[in-house]
Structure formats: C-alpha cells, structure tokens
C-alpha cells in the first residue's frame, strides 16, 4: 500500500512534538554554515543599501531625506544579518563551519529554497543600485491634489511583483496588483504623511 505524503501541517507538528522544527517545507534543519553565508549575503546588501542611500541629496533635512528610508531598511537587514550569524556561531564554531564548508555558495545551490533566496537577494540588490541609479518624477497637477509619480514607484512594483509570483506563486495580474497598492499607498503615506522625500522624488 502506498503511503500518503504527509501534509506540511502535519510534518511541522510531529517535528514539534518530537522537540524540533523541521523548517516550512518540511525539510532537514538548515545547517550552521548556510545560515552564516546567508547572514553574510544579507549584510552585504544592507551595507550597499546604507551606503547607496548616504549619496543621496538631503533638500532640507535629514529626517525629509529621500534616503532616509533605504538607510533604515539597510540597517535592519544588517541587524537581522547579525542576529542570524549570532545564532549559527552558537551552534557551530566558525573553523567548524569553515572546514565543513570549501564554498559557502554551494549548498544554496543545492535546494530550491537556496537557489530562490540567492535570487532574491540579487533583486534587493538590483533594486538598491537602480533606485539610486535612475531619477525622475512626473507631476499631474488637479484642482485639489497633484498627483506624483516617480521612479521610486517605477522600480518598485515590477521588482516587487516579481518577488511576489517567485514566492507567492499567484496569477501575475494578482500580483502586480498587491505591488502596486502596496507600493503606491506606502509612496503616499511618505510623502504626503511624513512629508519624506522617497528616491527619485524632485
């Protein structure tokens, strides 16, 4: 009789009962040495971002910097990155990781999983260069508001979409539409509510 694949409710449950989690696919625990290459993957694009984010102009003050916002963003991925490295140096000392690892890429490259996160952080990355790369906005002026788009949202919502159907895995149209309503309600919360310049505002 064959036997009927357990569920990944039902996987996460026995690997608790037993006194482990097993991971959201169900699969092995990741390995010290791939959540050390994933913190250091990660801190990298943080500190790109932070550093990205200092060359931008500041019209009047810091806390209306268009930069201000993909500083922090950097910052908490370096502080997520730190926290991650923490965590896999408790449970493996870094000669172990190292002797147990000869190319820290490799085991990303293995699973599916690890291929999507190194893809993913090449999109952050991507991201971070083209917002600080490419500047513009186009003004719509009405009789009671003037409508503002930028290439903040321009960069954003393809990038964003795209993320959304690697992970997601929804219809393309229902992704582009989350990405854009998020992107274009949190672009009018900044500038509108915060009055903080988002990257490509003039």
């Known amino acids: 009789m064959t036997d009927i694949p357990k569920s990944r409710i039902q996987a996460d449950v026995e690997s608790l009962a037993a006194g482990k989690f097993t ?3 169900g699969g092995p ?5 791939k959540d ?3 913190a250091a993957m990660v801190a990298i694009i943080g500190i790109a971002a932070m550093a990205l ?5 500041a019209p009047a003050s810091l806390y209306t910097a268009p930069g201000l916002l993909p500083f922090l963003t950097g910052l908490s991925l370096l502080i997520m990155a730190a926290g991650l490295a923490v965590k896999a140096l408790k449970r493996a000392h870094l000669s172990e990781i190292l002797k147990a690892a000869g ?5 990303f490259l293995a699973g599916v999983e690890g291929r999507r996160t190194l893809v993913l952080m090449g999109l952050v990355l991507a991201y971070v260069v083209l917002t600080d790369l490419i500047n513009f906005e186009i003004r719509m002026p009405a009789g009671f508001y003037t409508f503002r788009f930028s290439s903040y949202e321009t960069i954003s919502i393809p990038v964003i979409a795209l993320i959304l159907k690697m992970f ?3 219809r393309w149209l229902a992704c582009i539409t989350v ?5 274009i309600a949190l672009a009018w919360i900044f500038r509108d509510g915060f009055e903080i310049l988002l990257p490509g505002s003039g």
Do not use: C, F, Q, T
């Open 168 to 170: 997601w895995r929804a």
């Open 53 to 57: 984010s200092l060359d931008l102009d």
């Open 179 to 183: 990405a854009a309503g998020m992107v």
């Open 36 to 38: 050390l290459a994933a």
């Open 29 to 33: 625990l990741v390995s010290p040495g």
């Open 103 to 107: 190319n820290p890429i490799g085991p």
């Open 23 to 25: 991971g959201e696919e």
